[in-house]
């Protein structure tokens, strides 16, 4: 039996509909009801039955789905590991990375890593959280670079990289010079100018403001945190962006956000598709830049203690 049958079936199992897994498999409707088709008279089994607009699986397609599953990543860790043999631990590497952690932590890493692994083609491309949590799923990235989701997500190992905290960014119209945190009670007395929901870590400073008892005017939501500042510049109100990203302007002032008189911090994560097994050169990657990013916390002298305890997704 050709495995890509075994493909198609898992994926009308998972998405419920022979559409929507054509389209992920990049093939026709009728060939892939047609491949389904050959797979139950194979097994002579029916495995699926209408559900209105969609379809699910009967009480033997269940039985056979975790079978079949097992089938695919036993597959998928036989090629991984005959490509790292054939390639000398040599290949491409996809990575989907929030561009606030690209500007932050790649540039020299990777030109470093890049040095060290000669043999890894790596690809780089940036997006939002939702976004890059699509491209993992769709398999167009191996690896994804952003905030920790506030729930795990089926399917997806996630490795903890580092954290980050909140900093507000604005004119000394609007922030006191201080290197003391800013409640985020009194940054919400301002107008506020803020990333999008583009960006996973949007969810954290909705999640703060909930908790503070404060709802936000927000002015402008951007996906770029650069364009937050030259609006901030401009005395259009208080850019609040990741710690990741500084203001270059000598006329703005960044503060650390506190809510309660503890930083408003959120952990930073990688993941892959736990059911397609990552290259020894991918983990390696993870855990290279694991260390990297700790090691440049622990050697920053001003970054504010990781208190917890108030701060919750709700």
């Given at each position: ?88 631990q040599s290949g491409v590497l996809k990575i989907g990375s929030c561009s606030q952690l ?64 909140f900093i507000a960014v604005a004119t000394r119209d609007f922030l006191a010079a201080a ?132 701060l919750q997704i709700v």
């Amino acid at each position: 039996m050709d495995i890509r049958i075994y493909s198609g079936f898992v994926a009308a199992a998972e998405l419920s509909s022979i559409t929507l897994a054509a389209q992920r498999l990049n093939i026709t409707q009728p060939a892939l009801s047609r491949q389904i088709r050959a797979l139950e008279d194979s097994l002579g089994l029916r495995l699926f039955e209408k559900a209105g607009r969609n379809v699910r699986l009967t009480a033997a397609g269940e039985v056979l789905y975790a079978r079949v599953n097992d089938v695919l990543v036993a597959e998928r860790d036989l090629r991984a590991v005959a490509g790292d043999l054939a390639q000398n631990q040599s290949g491409v590497l996809k990575i989907g990375s929030c561009s606030q952690l690209i500007e932050r932590y790649l540039p020299r890493f990777l030109h470093d890593w890049r040095a060290a692994n000669p043999g890894v083609d790596i690809r780089l491309e940036d997006g939002g959280g939702p976004e890059l949590v699509e491209k993992l799923h769709a398999g167009t990235v191996q690896i994804t670079l952003s905030a920790m989701p506030s729930a795990p997500i089926e399917m997806f190992e996630t490795v903890r990289l580092g954290e980050l905290a909140f900093i507000a960014v604005a004119t000394r119209d609007f922030l006191a010079a201080a290197d003391t945190p800013v409640e985020i009670g009194e940054v919400l007395r301002h107008p506020i100018l803020t990333l999008n929901c583009r960006h996973a870590s949007r969810e954290v400073f909705d999640a703060a403001c909930r908790l503070s008892g404060a709802v936000p005017r927000i002015v402008l939501e951007s996906s770029s945190p650069h364009t937050l500042f030259s609006m901030a510049e401009g005395g259009n109100g208080v850019a609040v962006v990741p710690s990741s990203v500084q203001p270059g302007s000598e006329a703005l002032v960044g503060r650390p956000i506190a809510l309660r008189g503890e930083p408003v911090v959120f952990d930073i994560c990688a993941m892959h598709d736990s059911r397609v097994p990552l290259p020894a050169y991918g983990r390696r990657f993870i855990d290279d830049l694991r260390a990297y990013i700790l090691s440049e916390e622990d050697g920053n002298p001003r970054r504010p203690a990781p208190l917890r305890g108030y701060l919750q997704i709700v």
